[in-house]
């Protein structure tokens, strides 16, 4: 039962029951909150998992559903996962108390499946070893058609209705600076940019894409940086931060400004793409800085140590923790749903 009919039967029953005003009735209708977290699970092992927080902090997991869950979308009331290393598509209801089990299964063929985004009735989603963006229609379910590319797509986001997909590694495993702009009408690449080196998230702030990049040379030091892309006039800045800074690979929004992981936290960027390192939100060992998120003016911290420490620490602006939880092994992305 949806969760529009679950309101409808509540609806007549309290009608019924209680003789209210529609106003009284519809006014006084919670909305339920859910958090999901992918928890990817070690390679190689079926042990990726979703851990569920509701809006009052109760937990519930999800477990076994493949090896590696490495993202998560929202499409109406449904939860999207890709598991990439078992190459499949998961969907599964959204409603008050939890997921509607057991979920619709998709096989995308070996292909590898990394991240996406929802636009319209259509998710699309990067590839690894296809080397493409895959388009799933989410009416009929079936996987429609693909954007062939080159070389290791990963970060995919949407707007100035064009998709833009960074390219993570080229076909020999070098590190890659290509970003793609896509028409998604006509599956054909615009335009193609040179950005810094190892795009690993993407995010669009009015007329400029933000990129977090994360890079290696041949010893398999890690670099880091940022990029920005104003589309408006094409105009490209880099910021290569060296290897002697402790960053990571997220990119993200706040209160309408840009920050960027960085440290064990996150730290806004100024207009030169440097490190405002005085603004940092979250204090954490930067090894165990697995993944950020923000949401509602929250920010998600998720920590692991790759074995016993797995757990996600939520602040507000003001650096405060507002609360911890202990959840599956690494958790890597978020998803946030509430009810109409």
Not at 126 to 141: A, C, E, G, H, R
Request: net charge negative; charged share 20%.
């Amino acid at each position: 039962m949806s969760v529009k009919k679950i309101f409808l039967l509540t609806f007549f029953t309290l009608i019924i029951a209680c003789n209210v005003d529609d106003d009284d009735l519809i006014n006084n209708v919670p909305a339920f909150e859910w958090t999901f977290i992918a928890c990817e699970g070690n390679y190689g092992s079926s042990n990726g998992s979703i851990t569920m927080i509701n809006g009052k902090g109760d937990i519930k997991e999800l477990n076994d559903i493949g090896d590696v869950v490495n993202s998560l979308a929202i499409y109406k009331n449904k939860l999207i996962v890709l598991v990439n290393n078992s190459h499949k598509i998961l969907i599964y209801e959204i409603y008050e108390d939890g997921l509607r089990l057991p979920g619709i299964e998709v096989d995308t063929q070996g292909s590898s499946p990394r991240e996406m985004v929802v636009v319209d009735d259509k998710l699309y989603f990067t590839n690894w070893n296809s080397s493409d963006v895959k388009i799933f229609d989410m009416i009929n379910y079936i996987i429609e058609d693909s954007i062939q590319l080159s070389g290791y797509p990963e970060s995919i986001v949407y707007g100035d209705e064009s998709l833009w997909v960074g390219i993570q590694l080229n076909d020999d495993y070098s590190d890659s600076n290509k970003l793609h702009k896509i028409d998604p009408i006509s599956k054909t690449i615009n335009q193609t940019y040179e950005i810094g080196y190892g795009p690993t998230d993407i995010e669009i702030n009015g007329e400029s894409i933000y990129v977090a990049n994360t890079y290696y040379d041949s010893s398999y030091n890690a670099y880091y940086g940022s990029t920005e892309l104003n589309y408006s006039n094409d105009q490209i800045s880099i910021n290569n931060y060296g290897p002697g800074i402790v960053c990571g690979g997220d990119v993200l929004t706040l209160n309408n400004e840009i920050y960027r992981s960085f440290s064990g936290g996150i730290a806004k960027l100024n207009e030169e793409l440097e490190i405002i390192e005085e603004t940092k939100i979250g204090d954490f060992p930067p090894a165990q800085l697995y993944s950020t998120e923000i949401n509602d003016g929250k920010i998600y911290f998720g920590l692991t140590n790759f074995t016993d420490v797995n757990i996600v620490k939520v602040y507000d602006k003001e650096n405060n923790e507002l609360n911890s939880y202990n959840v599956g092994i690494i958790p890597g992305d978020f998803a946030f749903w509430k009810s109409e």
